[in-house]
């Protein structure tokens, strides 16, 4: 934190003495022409150097009147306390800048006058003409911090409102990926309670170790919400490899990667719930088995994911039927991820199978 606040005090420092300047020298430039203009033409060097220097106590003091305002703002707004305080740097301000213009004006009488100019009716007369000029400064001064306070305040929030929103969807990803895990868990489970009431005992062994293998890969992984296609290709083979326990010969599946996209960026456990609901309404309502078909593709920034099953057609209103909990889940993770930047689509496709497409934005590991 310190180093932070090393680092800004210089820069502000900077701007301070850039905007003073700035004013100065226009200030200085407009009363020599003004001096010109009026038929003057002495020396203007010194008339120039002096109006410029002018304005060096206000300068000075600027971050003094900012850091004065600003331990206000944060208080309960306006109270007797703050308006003395600001009266009283006000005047003294003032009467500082006052006596230092004084002083130069006799030092080096800019203005050329045939009597050279006494101090105090100096101080007098310029302080009579200038204390309206000081109180705009004055009230620009604690304009402008205001503003810049006001706006690193809504960056502050902004950035932490950012970071509330990134935390809480993590956090709904996280919930949505432990309610995932169960539920995968408890279908495995299923599948081996039938290989055991069919004294299939070696493929029941073969798939415990199987899904043990696979949840401490999930585990591993468990604080990332997004993985490399290859990485989410490996996660589905996996669970292929469980599942051909049970079907065997019955199931075939094959993935069609292109070499270009195994770095997409993708939702882990993206397509191990489709080929699951593929398999499960598909594949295993067909005595001969079938097939499941992975494939993906790349039409500009947008990545399409295709899960094919030759299984039975959905029925006509399968859209208003319930979802899956796999489906609704990812339906549901692709929002949080992408938003409406993502889709995910049922359909038939060719004579009597089912296609399930995923679109989400092409993003690299």
Not at 171 to 182: G, I, K, N, S, W
Not at 296 to 304: D, E, H, K, P
Not at 305 to 314: A, K, R, S
Request: a positive charge; one cysteine or more.
């Amino acid at each position: 934190m310190k180093e932070t606040a090393d680092s800004i005090h210089p820069t502000r420092w900077r701007w301070i003495a850039a905007i003073w300047l700035a004013g100065g020298l226009f200030d200085a430039s407009q009363n020599v022409m003004i001096m010109h203009r009026e038929g003057k033409h002495h020396w203007w060097v010194p008339l120039f150097l002096t109006e410029l220097a002018l304005w060096l106590p206000w300068a000075l003091a600027t971050p003094f009147i900012s850091r004065l305002a600003r331990r206000h703002m944060t208080g309960r707004g306006v109270t007797p306390r703050a308006i003395a305080e600001h009266l009283a740097t006000f005047c003294t301000v003032t009467v500082v800048a006052e006596a230092w213009s004084a002083l130069l004006q006799v030092l080096f009488n800019p203005w050329a006058n045939r009597r050279p100019p006494e101090f105090l009716g100096t101080f007098g007369t310029s302080l009579l003409y200038q204390v309206l000029t000081f109180v705009i400064v004055y009230a620009l001064i604690l304009t402008v911090t205001f503003l810049l306070d006001s706006r690193d305040r809504m960056s502050r929030q902004f950035a932490e409102a950012a970071r509330l929103n990134a935390e809480l969807s993590k956090a709904q990803l996280a919930a949505l990926r432990r309610q995932m895990e169960p539920h995968f868990m408890f279908n495995t489970l299923n599948a081996i309670a039938a290989l055991v009431r069919d004294r299939r005992n070696e493929a029941a062994v073969s798939t415990i170790v199987g899904l043990s293998e696979f949840l401490r890969r999930v585990a591993a992984d468990s604080d990332r919400t997004q993985v490399a296609l290859a990485e989410e290709v490996e996660y589905l083979q996996r669970y292929v490899d469980l599942q051909k326990v049970r079907f065997g010969e019955r199931l075939q599946v094959s993935v069609n990667i292109p070499t270009d996209l195994q770095r997409a960026l993708v939702p882990m456990l993206l397509l191990q719930p489709l080929v699951e609901n593929a398999i499960k309404h598909g594949i295993s309502k067909r005595a001969v088995g079938g097939a499941v078909r992975v494939a993906a593709s790349r039409q500009g920034n947008v990545l399409c994911l295709t899960v094919y099953n030759d299984g039975p057609p959905p029925s006509p209103d399968w859209q208003a039927s319930p979802q899956g909990v796999g489906i609704a889940n990812l339906r549901t993770r692709l929002q949080i991820l992408h938003g409406n930047q993502s889709d995910l689509q049922m359909r038939s496709a060719q004579a009597d199978g089912v296609e399930v497409a995923v679109t989400l934005p092409f993003r690299q590991s």
